[in-house]
């Protein structure tokens, strides 16, 4: 018996050192593509926000791919099984990337981070419907004290974008989604962390591509006067590179967490990103 308990308890330790380093890994990235989505769509003025999601797909097929050739990661290769075993997730994946990138440049950076605070309550009820998780009263008292204190701070917005709001909240709810299909769909076998991030970005690529040559998305961003200039590219670039790493972080956080464990570390922005978006958020960065 006790043999046995040393390696169970070092397994513990080791599956809580995995739930923590995937949760601040998510927060890290999480972070880091808003202020550089900001950047592209705010201080560069950026028509498109629709072709800076296609960006970060394609950064993601093109990553997950080269890996796979390479025999870096391995995941189920394309058959008619994929479209049921994955779906909904790439209509939700989608959503969640332009409704994201859409309120990023339509809301100031600390509203933003504010109402992204429905997406927990939203998560937990997903999470108690779809995968039958209850959750205990303390916990759902705290969830409804974050709202409160959200539904507070945005009544005193006095800049208030009702096409942001929308996109913001639409957001909410492909997050909240996203997450709870994500953590079921992980179970999926031969599809597992990698299958699910490529095969995501493989089906909605060219639907996303063709809605934004339709809408003049694409013609927008052709015309994009800064395809010249190295540090736009330099900072497009990153925000390509950014989104596929939120997406692994992603899914990697709801491998190891809970759905709602990922919807409140998504939910969680550093203070001091607030101030920052005031003094530097204005005017165009060259």
Not at 43 to 66: E, K
Not at 157 to 166: L, N, Q, S
Request: with cysteine; charged share 15%.
């Amino acid at each position: 018996m006790n043999l046995n308990s040393k390696p169970t308890s070092t397994e513990w330790q080791q599956t809580r050192i995995l739930k923590v380093s995937s949760a601040v890994f998510y927060a890290v990235s999480s972070f880091l593509i808003i202020v550089v989505n900001k950047i592209v769509l705010t201080n560069y003025r950026f028509p498109s926000y629709m072709f800076l999601g296609i960006g970060q797909m394609a950064m993601t097929i093109v990553i997950l791919y080269a890996g796979k050739t390479l025999h870096f990661i391995h995941f189920q290769d394309f058959d008619k099984s994929i479209f049921k075993k994955i779906f909904p997730l790439p209509l939700l994946y989608v959503g969640n990337h332009l409704t994201g990138l859409a309120s990023t440049k339509k809301l100031s950076l600390p509203m933003f981070t504010v109402l992204r605070k429905f997406t927990i309550l939203m998560t937990m009820a997903l999470e108690y419907k779809i995968l039958r998780k209850t959750f205990p009263k303390s916990l759902v008292y705290s969830v409804f004290a974050i709202i409160v204190g959200a539904v507070v701070a945005a009544g005193s917005d006095v800049a208030f974008d009702a096409e942001g709001y929308t996109f913001i909240l639409l957001n909410d709810v492909f997050t909240a989604s996203s997450g709870v299909y994500t953590k079921q769909k992980l179970g999926s076998e031969g599809l597992g962390k990698y299958g699910v991030l490529f095969y995501n970005a493989l089906l909605v690529i060219l639907p996303t591509l063709l809605l934004s040559a339709y809408t003049g998305d694409l013609q927008r961003a052709v015309a994009f006067e800064d395809w010249h200039s190295l540090p736009f590219l330099s900072c497009f670039l990153m925000s390509s590179v950014m989104g596929f790493i939120l997406m692994y972080s992603i899914v990697l956080c709801s491998h190891y967490n809970s759905a709602l464990t990922t919807a409140v570390v998504g939910a969680i922005k550093v203070r001091g990103e607030m101030t920052r978006s005031n003094t530097h958020g204005r005017g165009r960065s060259h």
